[in-house]
């Protein structure tokens, strides 16, 4: 089973600066894709980011980047430019591959963008 | 294009008692994932559904239970409910490909007194 640990549950940041949350997961599978969601305060969850593992460039999407390094099973969430939108709850998820099969999630990183 | 739906958003039982969920998928997608989030937690894969047939199930009890219709929207049945059971359920349609990208509704609040 593949297990997916976020080990900060709460983080703060303020606006404008850079802020990187952890993920580390557990798998014996050799093609898997990962994803960062943000699920805003009463607002259904979107997807920020995903990583497929065969690539070894890091995904980037605007001010949002991540550093996936496959051999120490980490793929951590860099927030560029931090904006108070960005005020969320964040979840890292495993997902496998040529399937439409589940995504294991952890258990959040709640990011609050001061002013 | 429209997003993913459900409904009730939410919806109080009473112990013992039965509730169907529903999800309506957004358009072009054939597959459906439904997952239960506790307070405080991650959600958690409870099954997905693939041309009407369940695809795959979480460490979920049999009361927990499904169907996909023919135009891909869903339901989510739960008989003989518990208190542990009050969750935000989570539905997530995708396309059947390799991707795994999965769109989420807005959840519907459950809550078991």
């Known amino acids: 089973a593949q297990t997916v640990t976020q080990s900060q549950p709460e983080m703060s940041v303020q606006e404008a600066e850079t802020v990187t949350l952890s993920c580390t997961y557990d798998t014996s599978e050799n093609n898997y894709y990962l994803f960062w969601y943000k699920q805003p305060p009463s607002r259904q969850m979107i997807l920020v980011i995903r990583q497929e593992a065969y690539k070894q460039q890091n995904a980037t999407e605007n001010r949002f980047s991540v550093n996936f390094q496959k051999a120490a099973k980490s793929f951590s969430l860099k927030i560029s430019d931090s904006q108070l939108g960005d005020t969320a709850m964040y979840f890292c998820a495993f997902g496998r591959s040529n399937s439409g099969y589940a995504l294991n999630f952890g258990k959040g990183t709640s990011l609050l963008v001061t002013p | 294009e429209t997003g993913v739906t459900q409904s009730p958003t939410h919806l109080i039982k009473t112990r013992g008692q039965q509730v169907t969920l529903r999800c309506s998928s957004q358009?072009?997608?054939?597959?459906v994932s439904w997952y239960q989030q506790a307070l405080g937690q991650g959600p958690q894969f409870i099954f997905q559904?693939?041309?009407?047939?369940?695809?795959g199930r979480g460490n979920f009890p049999p009361r927990f239970s499904g169907l996909q219709f023919p135009n891909y929207s869903s339901e989510l049945n739960v008989n003989a409910l518990e208190l542990d059971d009050s969750a935000l359920y989570l539905c997530?349609?995708?396309?059947?490909?390799?991707?795994?990208?999965?769109?989420f509704g807005p959840g519907t609040r459950l809550t078991v007194l």
């Open positions: 559904y693939y041309r009407e047939e369940e695809n």
């Open positions: 358009s072009g997608h054939n597959t």
């Open positions: 997530a349609s995708s396309f059947w490909q390799a991707d795994n990208e999965q769109f």
